[in-house]
């Protein structure tokens, strides 16, 4: 069974750092690209960062650009998002995701084929 599984989110003050996880199992998702999307409460799903395959290309929204990283360990099929400088609009579930095409992330996220089960992360003021 295919399983992404995250970890990390919390509460946390406004100008805070939180390191969120994705662990893989189930399949060969090291060739895999994989990303956050988030959704606030109200709001759509919206693309956060996504990272190749190889680590070589990475991307980012442009409202967290500066503040957050994006990375992964193959070794351990798991990808990470480390949050700095966050800011209360930040609240959201987080999702991990993957999928087969990078491409696939830089968008509305609907074409994406795997999904975590979200993580909470609350930013205070």
């Avoid at 919390?10 to 994705?22: E, I, K, Y």
């Avoid at 395959?53 to 991307?59: I, K, Q, V």
């Amino acid at each position: 069974q295919v399983q992404l599984v995250e970890s990390g989110g919390g509460l946390v003050q406004a100008g805070g750092s939180l390191r969120l996880s994705c662990a893989a199992s189930g399949r060969t998702f090291r060739n895999y690209a994989m990303g956050w999307f988030r959704q606030a409460p109200g709001k759509e799903r919206e693309f956060v960062a996504a990272i190749s395959w190889n680590s070589g290309s990475t991307d980012y929204a442009d409202s967290v650009k500066g503040r957050f990283t994006i990375s992964r360990d193959n070794a351990k099929i798991t990808e990470y998002l480390q949050m700095n400088s966050l800011k209360p609009e930040d609240t959201a579930v987080y999702y991990c995701a993957a999928d087969s095409q990078y491409s696939d992330f830089l968008s509305t996220g609907r074409a994406v084929g795997y999904w975590g089960q979200g993580t909470q992360v609350t930013v205070s003021s």
